[in-house]
């Protein structure tokens, strides 16, 4: 049974910096298409940064440029999304998703929203 778990959410104050993390089970992480999303209070899901099996660099929504990375960790069937300098409007629900190896650039896998699987998600909340 394929299961995503988002951790690492919490509250912090702008400035500040958090770690997602997403575990996998069910199946092995390697090769797969992998991505972050966020869904904002009252406004519909956006894809924060996804990295295609088939591409060369991660994409990153252009708010979080500079501020956000994505990596995997192979090993630990883990995918983690590291955020700093985190503003107010990076405030909701982050969730981890995953596909299998597809031929779509990292750009496209997080703007069509290309993914198979996703967690249940974890919620970042960012204010003084």
């Known amino acids: 049974q394929v299961q995503l778990v988002e951790s690492g959410g919490g509250l912090v104050q702008p400035g500040g910096s958090l770690r997602l993390s997403c575990v996998a089970s069910g199946f092995t992480l390697d090769d797969y298409d992998i991505g972050w999303f966020r869904q904002a209070p009252g406004k519909g899901r956006e894809g924060v940064s996804c990295f295609s099996s088939s591409d060369d660099a991660a994409y990153y929504t252009d708010p979080v440029k500079g501020r956000f990375t994505i990596s995997r960790d192979n090993a630990k069937n883990t995918v983690y999304l590291q955020m700093n300098s985190l503003k107010p409007e990076d405030t909701g629900n982050y969730y981890c998703?995953?596909?299998?190896?597809?031929?779509?650039?990292?750009?496209?896998?997080?703007?069509?929203?290309?993914?198979?699987?996703w967690g249940i998600g974890t919620l970042v909340t960012v204010s003084r």
């Open positions: 998703a995953v596909h299998p190896p597809s031929p779509h650039s990292s750009r496209y896998i997080c703007q069509m929203h290309a993914m198979d699987y």
